[in-house]
């Protein structure tokens, strides 16, 4: 092996193959294996429509720093076998001293790949695991992709003993002798990459994923309700609570639709219960009704759309922000309530922490808009910070006398809710435009007071300096020609294309949007104060999020715009080439 | 089950002061008042039952109460009261539907709540017409029924309530007429106090467009055996019986549904620990 040519912050790689070859299991072990030696680093998985026997890659990036997307182009990917790798061919496109190994027995070559001119080189996983008794091909591809990344061997046999200690020796050695097998043959391709050293003394690391942290970051917030129809990619989030809300006294139950999940959860915060649900864009279709409920009543709920592609079935397994019209403009009626996107994997915990709090505390549905790249990636992260959100209600706390009513008009548009087994309390929550008492009325005032009152509470919340992540790459104040302006997932990519923009000298800001609505046109106008170049960027085909934009206010400065559908998910340098050639333009 | 005698009510505790929307003669007011006299018979004070509904003329009814009500959208009283319950145990859980809203839109839900056998009470007012939009046939009208909607009758088979409860697992199932107020009171009783779902559906006139259901009165009539704990059994002497067969038709011993929601919750740091490496 030729010695590293230069060490590099970030590597990336794939390791793909058919499905239960162990492509995944494999890129989790790597992972695992940099957060303990003290790296960063994210991974994401494509995969197939099939429930098994299809295509799956694991696309993994290592780094010295934390990283919140997928690079662009791949170092090297290890194909166990090349069986249907074509298909996902877009999404890992190789560097161009790029490194492609297959084992020669697992079909050929995808063209796509012939055709990069990237380094092609064999080996034969599947002999080589053939010759060790219990051997499997997918710890001789983590061996040589450990050994061509630059993570210590011993760390990776480290990770593969506490995982599968409950298998027993056998199973252990076996895996061992088919890790050093890899990382042996390793030293046959010449490459030029290498990670550079982790970065000493960081924070405690978590290992999480984005379905994960939204379901810790709702506990944390006070949930202690769920309710679950399994649909991809938001089904962790549901398979994450179950085990965890019985632990800290909640309860999920599994409903039979997600018009049911939704009601439930309803059901449940009417009683006094913080509560939660979690679907996708088919689901969430389902649940706007009850959105509009939840709204009319004032329950408050969380409802966790983890977004991927659309309309109708779309791409299950992946990406895209296209339900951003339905998040906000959905419900039948004049509807308010609120819609909050996660930044990153890490950002999912604050935010629905976040919604759980603002649902709570305004008495109102809160959307959280997650999406699939977020979701099912599995991060390297910094423990993060303990936040002090934790959804308060104003109830009514004790008895009262006949003149209880639900639904007074107060100044901040919030009133007391009196909760089931609170005496004198008694009201009826309706769907029905209602009196203050809660009566059903079709009366002009009540329903003008009634609407005021719901866009009031949302309209004039205090929602601090959360709404979004605004930086500058050479430091806050200073002046920039260029804004990212974007929302959700694509907040880390945005990131990573300022600081690259930074170390070429072009200086730009970021805008990244966490609070969708209500919209907050003041705050978001003061942002872009001397902005003068605006790039807006969104992962959806038709421009959801500018076209929201726009109907929202008149946005200063020159405005370009780049969207694309998924599944391909936009990443930094496509950033950074929009804004190169409008600097030269 | 959490039924406590804390206290003497009467059924007029458990009565709102509104003016049902109901028109004059509707079977829907004598099941206000048998559910009342029944909750006054339980002495369960009114702040700790919640009357749960749908859309549709009966579901107007949890605002006549004087309990915590939820009008909900069409259809989906039964997941109201299901996530109610489950965070809520304390509470005696109240749902109220009709025919259309309870077994055409909320047709699904039905089945489920019998299989999930959530410790609540259902009462389904059944007049085999969608009332409130003025007159269309429901899941329960008879297939020669004409209306506007369906001119001729919709040539449909009448959906079996009773039957399809005891074939997806309802704990209880019984069938009263709304007119015979001290049977509909007694059923509510038991229906409430038996562990688990219980279903009642209560044959309820439409007068304004089913006036023909006033001769429900005459043609209702005792079930002649007492409930049996086998559904088979339950379903046979359903399914041949004249439809008119008033009582307590089943009662099984399935165990309620767990939930585990208590009052001392545990600290959420613990869950951390998993993502730590």
């Known amino acids: 092996m030729r010695a590293p040519g230069h060490l590099k912050k970030s590597i990336s790689f794939a390791i793909i193959g058919s499905g239960g070859a162990g492509a995944l299991t494999a890129g989790a072990i790597l992972l695992e294996t940099a957060g303990k030696a003290g790296w960063y680093g994210i991974m994401n998985r494509s995969v197939g429509p099939q429930i098994r026997g299809g295509e799956a890659a694991a696309l993994v990036r290592l780094s010295t720093h934390p990283v919140n997307c997928m690079a662009e182009s791949f170092d090297f990917v290890i194909a166990i076998d090349w069986r249907n790798a074509d298909r996902f061919a877009a999404e890992m496109p190789l560097a161009a001293d790029g490194l492609a190994i297959g084992d020669s027995a697992g079909g050929d070559v995808p063209a796509t790949i012939v055709a990069s001119g990237v380094t092609l080189a064999q080996l034969a996983m599947k002999d080589l695991a053939g010759s060790v008794k219990g051997g499997r091909e997918n710890m001789i591809a983590a061996g040589l992709a450990a050994k061509l990344a630059g993570l210590p061997i011993d760390s990776v046999m480290a990770v593969i003993e506490a995982k599968l200690a409950s298998k027993g020796e056998e199973a252990i050695n076996a895996s061992r002798t088919c890790i050093s097998i890899g990382a042996q043959e390793a030293e046959r391709f010449e490459h030029s990459f290498h990670l550079d050293k982790p970065v000493?003394?960081?924070?405690?690391?978590?290992?999480?994923?984005?379905?994960?942290?939204?379901?810790?970051?709702?506990?944390?917030?006070?949930?202690?309700?769920?309710?679950?129809?399994?649909?991809?990619?938001?089904?962790?989030?549901?398979?994450?609570?179950?085990?965890?809300?019985?632990?800290?006294?909640?309860?999920?139950?599994?409903?039979?639709?997600?018009?049911?999940?939704?009601?439930?959860?309803?059901?449940?915060?009417?009683?006094g219960r913080a509560s939660i649900t979690a679907t996708s864009g088919p689901g969430l279709a389902l649940m706007v009704e009850a959105l509009g409920l939840a709204t009319a009543s004032e329950i408050p709920i969380v409802v966790v759309d983890v977004m991927r592609g659309g309309p109708s079935t779309g791409i299950p397994t992946k990406s895209e922000q296209s339900d951003l019209n339905i998040a906000v403009y959905g419900c039948h009626g004049d509807a308010p309530h609120i819609v909050v996107a996660p930044l990153s994997v890490a950002d999912c915990l604050f935010t629905a922490q976040w919604a759980v709090h603002l649902a709570e505390a305004m008495q109102a549905p809160a959307i959280v808009l997650s999406d699939q790249s977020l979701g099912q990636a599995r991060a390297l992260v910094d423990r993060p910070a303990d936040i002090a959100f934790v959804g308060k209600r104003k109830v009514l706390e004790s008895e009262v006398e006949a003149t209880y009513h639900r639904y007074a008009l107060t100044g901040s548009g919030v009133s007391p809710m009196a909760l089931p087994g609170t005496a004198g309390g008694q009201y009826t929550a309706d769907g029905l435009t209602h009196t203050t008492k809660g009566i059903?009325?079709?009366?002009?005032?009540?329903?003008?007071?009634?609407?005021?009152?719901?866009?009031?509470?949302?309209?004039?919340?205090?929602?601090?300096?959360?709404?979004?992540?605004?930086?500058?790459?050479?430091?806050?104040?200073?002046?920039?020609?260029?804004?990212?302006?974007?929302?959700?997932?694509?907040?880390?990519?945005?990131?990573?294309?300022?600081?690259?923009l930074a170390a070429e000298g072009i200086a730009v800001k970021l805008l990244a949007m966490r609070l969708i609505s209500p919209f907050l046109k003041q705050s978001f106008l003061d942002a872009l104060q001397g902005s003068q170049r605006i790039l807006i960027v969104e992962q959806t085909h038709s421009g959801q999020f500018h076209e929201y934009l726009r109907a929202k206010c008149d946005l200063p400065g020159e405005v370009r715009h780049f969207h694309r559908a998924g599944p391909k998910l936009i990443g930094p340098a496509e950033i950074c080439t929009r804004i190169r050639d409008w600097k030269t333009s | 089950m959490n039924i406590q005698k804390t206290a003497?009510?009467?059924?007029?505790?458990?009565?709102?002061?509104?003016?049902?929307?109901?028109?004059?003669?509707?079977?829907?007011?004598?099941?206000?008042?048998?559910?009342?006299?029944?909750?006054?018979?339980?002495?369960?004070?009114?702040?700790?039952?919640?009357?749960?509904?749908?859309?549709?003329c009966s579901s107007r009814i949890p605002a006549y109460t004087n309990c915590y009500g939820f009008h909900g959208v069409h259809g989906r009283s039964l997941a109201l009261g299901a996530g109610l319950k489950v965070a809520r145990p304390d509470l005696t859980v109240m749902v109220m539907s009709g025919d259309g809203d309870g077994f055409s839109i909320g047709g699904n839900h039905f089945l489920h709540a019998c299989r999930r056998n959530i410790d609540m009470t259902y009462?389904?007012?059944?007049?085999?017409?969608?009332?409130?939009?003025?007159?269309?046939?429901?899941?329960?009208?008879?297939?020669?029924?004409?209306?506007?909607?369906?001119?001729?009758?919709?040539?449909?088979?009448?959906?079996?309530?009773?039957?399809?409860?005891?074939?997806?697992?309802?704990?209880?199932?019984?069938?009263?007429?709304?007119?015979?107020?001290?049977?509909?009171?007694?059923?509510?009783?038991?229906?409430?106090?038996?562990?688990?779902?219980?279903?009642?559906?209560?044959?309820?006139?439409?007068?304004?467009?089913?006036?023909?259901?006033?001769?429900?009165?005459?043609?209702?009539?005792?079930?002649?055996?007492?409930?049996?704990?086998?559904?088979?059994?339950?379903?046979?002497?359903?399914?041949?019986?004249?439809?008119?067969?008033?009582?307590?038709?089943?009662?099984?011993?399935?165990?309620?549904?767990?939930t585990h929601v208590k009052d001392t919750a545990g600290d959420p740091a613990v869950l951390e620990e998993e993502f730590a490496i």
């Open chain 1, 200 to 271: 000493p003394g960081s924070a405690r690391r978590w290992l999480i994923t984005g379905n994960e942290a939204i379901g810790l970051g709702a506990v944390r917030g006070g949930v202690r309700f769920a309710a679950a129809y399994p649909i991809t990619p938001a089904t962790e989030v549901l398979e994450w609570l179950a085990p965890a809300l019985t632990r800290v006294g909640g309860a999920l139950v599994q409903a039979e639709d997600e018009l049911a999940s939704i009601n439930m959860a309803i059901g449940a915060s009417f009683g």
């Open chain 1, 440 to 500: 059903p009325s079709s009366k002009e005032s009540d329903h003008q007071n009634q609407l005021d009152k719901r866009r009031h509470k949302i309209e004039s919340f205090d929602y601090g300096n959360h709404w979004a992540d605004i930086e500058t790459s050479n430091g806050a104040g200073t002046e920039t020609q260029f804004t990212i302006l974007t929302w959700g997932s694509l907040a880390g990519p945005a990131r990573e294309a300022m600081h690259i």
């Open chain 2, 8 to 56: 003497t009510f009467k059924a007029g505790d458990y009565k709102s002061d509104l003016t049902p929307v109901w028109c004059p003669g509707c079977g829907d007011f004598h099941v206000l008042l048998s559910v009342t006299k029944a909750l006054a018979e339980l002495g369960t004070p009114p702040e700790n039952v919640a009357v749960i509904s749908g859309i549709g």
């Open chain 2, 123 to 258: 009462i389904v007012m059944d007049n085999r017409v969608y009332g409130m939009t003025k007159g269309q046939p429901s899941p329960t009208t008879e297939p020669d029924w004409d209306s506007a909607l369906s001119p001729g009758g919709t040539g449909l088979s009448p959906f079996h309530p009773l039957v399809i409860a005891l074939a997806s697992g309802a704990n209880f199932v019984a069938r009263e007429f709304s007119g015979d107020i001290k049977g509909s009171t007694r059923t509510i009783v038991e229906a409430v106090r038996h562990p688990g779902f219980s279903f009642v559906e209560i044959l309820s006139p439409c007068v304004t467009f089913r006036p023909d259901e006033r001769e429900w009165k005459n043609q209702t009539h005792a079930a002649a055996v007492e409930a049996t704990d086998d559904p088979a059994r339950a379903a046979r002497r359903i399914m041949t019986d004249d439809g008119f067969n008033v009582g307590i038709l089943y009662r099984g011993h399935r165990k309620p549904y767990e």
